[in-house]
């Protein structure tokens, strides 16, 4: 045989041999990779399949259940209720095994942290008033605000307290005059009572400061106070001597109140959040916590 095609032989094998191995290793290290994916595309498909079929046995038992409570003389739904209870829970069961985070049953979760009401004879205090506006004063205000931060202990109850204060009211009666101003901090006053809840109390602390107290407000005492500052940044308000309309802004400070709080602490982390709303700008709301 010549050497040239002995040489180009040799050449050829080698070929084969590299892309072959190369072949090889490659497989060998994609298939790692390819089978955790198929897994974890297994998985997904499982864990539907199962959430289907629990919620056809839920919905399936609610079915019987309402066929039960219709039924004249009742059904004999013992064998069927138990025989779907026990299906949920192997399904249950073999979710968990296929799911990195294994699922609660809803029905099994314990409430650790028992929500409490606020006492039944919570009634505010509504003397003595402001004569101007007719809402509750100063007075009034630490009196109903001690009786809410009473009736806060022994539950989980949380309240709440807003203060909002007109923005820069000296300057703006410096320029349409102190009765115009008066009749405008009124108005303010007006829509925090007509922005409030009916088990809420409005007080008037200073001419152009106004509280609110919220008892009960779970987590929504931040949305309370947001829905409060759109409404007055949102109204046109009106000079009552001759009806021109006047920019009127607030400041808005809230806090939450829990069981145990100090009251003096409670008022002064409102008024310092309230402090950063004004030097934020104008219809500014700050949470204290």
């Known amino acids: 045989m010549p050497a040239e095609t002995l040489i180009f032989c040799l050449i050829g094998v080698v070929g084969l041999m590299t892309a072959g191995g190369g072949g090889f290793v490659i497989g060998l290290l994609a298939a790692p990779w390819f089978e955790q994916r ?54 249950l069961v073999a979710l968990n095994q296929v799911t990195l985070t294994p699922l609660a049953d809803p029905e099994d979760t314990v409430v650790t942290d028992e929500v409490l009401p606020l006492p039944s004879e919570l009634i505010w205090q509504r003397t003595p008033v402001d004569q101007a506006s007719g ?35 000296a300057q703006l009666a410096g320029r349409i005059g102190a009765a115009d101003v008066e009749s405008l901090q009124q108005k303010l006053g007006s829509l925090v009572v007509r922005g409030s809840r009916e088990q809420d109390l ?15 407000v779970a987590e929504d005492g931040a949305q309370l106070a947001e829905q409060l500052r759109l409404m007055v940044r949102q109204h046109h308000f009106r000079q009552a001597s001759n009806g021109s309309e006047v920019l009127v802004t607030a400041s808005f400070g809230y806090t939450d109140c829990l069981a145990g709080d100090d009251g003096e602490l409670l008022l002064d982390a409102a008024r310092s959040a309230m402090s950063k709303s004004q030097r934020a700008g104008r219809n500014q709301l700050t949470l204290a916590r």
């Open 135 to 169: 809402l509750p004063d100063a007075e009034a205000f630490h009196a109903n605000f001690q009786l809410l931060l009473n009736g806060l202990n022994g539950s989980s109850m949380v309240a709440g307290l807003l203060l909002v204060q007109m923005d820069k009211a």
């Open 38 to 91: 198929a897994f974890r595309r297994a998985m997904a498909q499982i864990e539907t399949c199962l959430n289907l079929a629990q919620k056809r046995l839920q919905s399936s038992q609610e079915v019987l259940v309402a066929l039960g409570q219709l039924a004249p003389n009742g059904l004999p739904m013992t064998y069927p209720r138990d025989g779907l209870l026990a299906a949920k829970e192997k399904l």
């Open 202 to 216: 409005v007080c008037r602390l200073e001419p152009d400061l106004f509280a609110l107290l919220l008892p009960d």
